[in-house]
């Protein structure tokens, strides 16, 4: 169920592709596990969708283009890995995707770089 804060944006993705749970990398997971932490009880909230904009059109293509996006503590697009879709259109699913917004993840209450997976489908 949705809550009363998310934005109408963030209802229509979550409704159209389900967002990954929260996960921690694990290189992440071996740093907290180093400091003597559990990494099963550290506090981490995912970053969230805040702007989505308008998928491109692909003419003739139909299909899934799984999207790694590498998001810095800001929540900014720094880095895109695409799998899928027509190679001519490379460049333009990369400037798409950068172009996302999100707000930052948090791990223990700080602001913190993540990776997250999307796969958006062309019909």
Known sequence: MASWGMSWLTRLLRRSAPLP???LDHS??????????????VQAQPAE???IPA?????????????????????????????????EAAAEL????RAWRFSPARL?????PC????QVAWP
């Not at 990776?115 to 999307?118: A, I």
């Open 21 to 23: 749970e929260p996960a």
């Open 28 to 41: 992440v997971a071996q740093r907290l596990a180093a400091a003597g932490k559990d990494p099963a009880r």
């Open 94 to 97: 990369t400037a798409w995707a």
């Open 108 to 112: 223990e209450g700080q602001a913190h």
């Open 115 to 118: 990776r997250m997976v999307f």
């Open 49 to 51: 969708p805040l702007e």
């Open 55 to 87: 998928r491109p059109l692909l003419p003739g293509f139909t299909g899934t283009v799984s999207l790694e996006l590498t998001l810095d503590a800001t929540g900014r697009v720094a880095e895109v890995r695409l799998e899928g879709g027509p190679p």
